[in-house]
């Protein structure tokens, strides 16, 4: 009997330490986790004040943007990409990449490096998309590797006062205009919607060009957002997001989205998003207004 005590305590002992050790162990990896966030974040928001702000200005037009990143887990697989193309020109890229966590994380690094590769082809998002497919095409082979990625490319001449859009099966953004309805948020029209990368090889994605004649407001987002149930369990909604930004229009950008945010938290009755989120909000703007925004296409 004495045995049996004496070993089971041993046993009890053992234990103890091991659990002691798995613990020091997931607060090593959350650590590690933490920094990588970090690290992916700081990545996103190079040029970004402490206020989540961006502004650029070129020859007649000026470019504000800001942010909201919200990883549903430390790693998130959706990002953005705000990118110097020339001294008139910026590229702005929002990406979702199926799944999250550290696998989607990784894509997005992947992608980052991709466009490294393209400097000459940056001012061309039909280009840049097809680019990518190509690239994720070969590694999507792997079962383990996360296939689909839904992108939105989008170049700001501020030259030209024009913007040129090409979409990957992602969310088509918001975009505030003025026409025979008057002021309001719309979805930004593309000439065709290809597939989300990384599900057919040689995939030719399009180019639409819009050319503006006064003052735009751009929100790209992700569908975690829209997706974020409510209490009914029916998604919030593009239609509830259109009428939030709407109300709220008239404030800086980064306010903007936090009353967008809040508003979702709120109606779901929830602190947290179940997926990934992801919001960039653009206003461009002329050294003067005009009195319209003309629309052209180009394949």
């Not at 099966?169 to 002021?183: C, F, K, Q, T």
Request: proline share 4%; charged share 25%.
């Amino acid at each position: 009997m004495t045995l049996d005590i004496s070993e089971q305590k041993e046993a009890e002992e053992e234990a103890r330490r091991a659990n002691a050790q798995l613990q020091d162990q997931n607060k090593q990896f959350e650590s590690e986790l933490l920094v990588a966030r970090q690290l992916q974040e700081a990545l996103m928001s190079t040029g970004f004040d402490e206020e989540a702000t961006f502004m650029v200005s070129g020859e007649s037009w000026s470019m504000e943007a800001s942010y909201i990143y919200s990883p549903s887990h430390h790693l998130a697989g959706d990002f953005f990409y705000i990118i110097p193309i020339a001294e008139d020109k910026i590229g702005i890229l929002v990406c979702d990449v199926l799944g999250h966590g550290v696998r989607a994380s990784l894509v997005t690094m992947l992608i980052r490096g991709l466009l490294l590769e393209i400097p000459t082809s940056l001012s061309n998002p039909a280009r840049v998309l097809g680019h990518l497919n190509d690239k994720i095409i070969p590694l999507a082979d792997s079962k383990d590797f996360p296939r689909f990625v839904t992108a939105v490319y989008t170049v700001f001449n501020m030259t030209k006062g024009e913007i040129s859009i090409a979409n990957a099966g992602h969310p088509e953004p918001l975009w505030y205009v003025r026409d025979e309805n008057g002021n309001h948020f719309e979805g930004c029209p593309v000439r065709e919607m290809g597939p989300a990368l990384g599900m057919f090889p040689d995939e030719k994605y399009k180019n639409t060009r819009h050319k503006l004649d006064q003052m735009t407001e751009l929100l790209f987002y992700t569908d975690g957002l829209t997706e974020q149930k409510e209490c009914n369990g029916e998604d919030w909604g593009v239609e509830n997001l259109v009428k939030t930004v709407e109300r709220v229009k008239d404030l800086p950008l980064n306010e903007q989205l936090k009353q967008v945010t809040e508003e979702v938290h709120s109606v779901c009755e929830t602190d947290y998003f179940d997926d990934d989120v992801c919001l960039v909000a653009i206003r461009l703007k002329p050294d003067s207004s005009a009195d319209s925004a003309a629309v052209d296409s180009e394949a």
